[in-house]
Nanobody, 115 residues
Framework: QVQLVESGGDLVQPGGSLKLSCAAS????????MVWYRQAPGKLRELVAN???????YYAYAVKGRFTTSRDNAKNTVYLQMDSLEPRDAAVYYC?????????WGQGAQVTVSS
């Protein structure tokens, strides 16, 4: 079992930056991929980025070049650095851990982009 705790959600102005954290605990060694999703009001949850345990990353077209996912193995934490934020990036952001035959989700972090 893996538990995830997210932090870092906030209100930011358009063009600003924000960094989300997703701290993992439990059976961390079994995790093979960490995934970031977001869900805006009235919209479906959409994939934002992911990172395989190999370090390979994937970014959705909408965020490519603006968002970066990274990890700190010593802290068992994955990050989502978000730059050049736009109002359309406003959403609840979720991290998810994939491990054999199971997934665990974080509680979500609210990101508001407004002037």
């Amino acid at each position: 079992q893996v538990q995830l705790v997210e932090s870092g959600g906030d209100l930011v102005q358009p063009g600003g930056s924000l960094k989300l954290s997703c701290a993992a605990s439990g059976s961390i060694s079994t995790i093979y991929r960490m995934v970031w999703y977001r869900q805006a009001p009235g919209k479906l949850r959409e994939l934002v980025a992911n990172m395989h345990k190999s370090g390979d990353t994937y970014y959705a077209y909408a965020v490519k070049g603006r968002f970066t996912t990274s990890r700190d193995n010593a802290k068992n934490t994955v990050y989502l650095q978000m730059d050049s934020l736009e109002p359309r990036d406003a959403a609840v952001y979720y991290c998810r851990a994939d491990y054999p035959w199971r997934q665990s989700w974080g509680q979500g972090a609210q990101v508001t982009v407004s002037s």
